[in-house]
């Protein structure tokens, strides 16, 4: 598994260490078998439900201006992924399959870049 590109780092250690976490677990889930997909699926939507509270936690304590637009794509995302993984449990697994190769990664990449980036400038303003 490869580790979280550099430029999909915002330098916030907390924010980083929830995304090299989620992109273990897609790397993971993209390589699996037919047999574990279902399985590690559950399991990267169980990482996010975590990932999107701490997150939420972190806008919360810093009063952060666009926190219902954040959170907003965060059940966004979230429905999206149960959708799919519940196409995976029951026997469309190409299709599954198919967010997860071609949609998953493209989101996670530019709500990190739009969204999280965002969040990480105000976190480190709010350090200073």
Not at 52 to 69: G, H, L, R
């Amino acid at each position: 598994m490869s580790p979280l590109p550099d430029t999909l780092k915002v330098g916030v250690e907390s924010i980083d260490r929830r995304h090299e976490e989620f992109w273990e677990l897609y790397e993971a889930l993209k390589a699996s078998s037919n047999e574990e997909f279902a399985s590690l699926f559950e399991g990267v939507i169980r990482h996010t439900q975590g990932h999107f509270a701490e997150e939420e936690a972190d806008m919360a304590a810093i009063e952060y201006a666009n926190k219902s637009e954040h959170e907003q794509e965060h059940r966004k995302a979230l429905e999206e992924m149960n959708y799919f993984s519940e196409k995976a449990k029951c026997g469309k697994l190409m299709f599954a399959k198919a967010y997860v190769n071609e949609r998953l990664r493209d989101w996670f990449s530019q709500h990190l870049l739009n969204m999280d980036s965002d969040l990480a400038r105000v976190i480190t303003l709010s350090r200073q």
